[in-house]
Nanobody, 114 residues
Framework: VQLQASGGGSVQPGGSLRLSCAVPGGIFSLNVMGWYRQAPGKQRELVATISSGGRSYYVDSVKGRFAISRDNAKNTMYLQMNSLKPEDTAVYYC?????????WGQGTQVTVSS
């Protein structure tokens, strides 16, 4: 099962991007979905998660700037990223955890630079 992440790119500080993750319908329900990121030379870190019931969680560094959402009709998860900072530069991965099994997307590069 492969998730398809898209929407990365290069923006200036203060800019915005929206990441999308297409999730196969068979694993879209009864799960927790999330976004992780990995910057060069650093470990992969959790950015945000959203449950099937819509409850969301954000790491402190992105609170108030990022918003995670899911569209049940389109089997798609989103990460709206506003007020981007250079330290947000990383490869972003989407993840689905369902019945203790993790599914990953291929990663999409986000670069924030002036």
């Amino acid at each position: 099962v492969q998730l398809q992440a898209s929407g990365g790119g290069s923006v200036q500080p203060g800019g915005s991007l929206r990441l999308s993750c297409a999730v196969p319908g068979g694993i879209f329900s009864l799960n927790v979905m999330g976004w992780y990121r990995q910057a060069p030379g650093k470990q992969r870190e959790l950015v945000a998660t959203i449950s099937s019931g819509g409850r969301s969680y954000y790491v402190d560094s992105v609170k108030g700037r990022f918003a995670i959402s899911r569209d049940n009709a389109k089997n798609t998860m989103y990460l709206q990223m506003n007020s981007l900072k250079p330290e947000d530069t990383a490869v972003y991965y989407c993840n689905v955890r369902r019945y203790s099994v993790d599914y990953w997307g291929q990663g999409t590069q986000v670069t924030v630079s002036s």
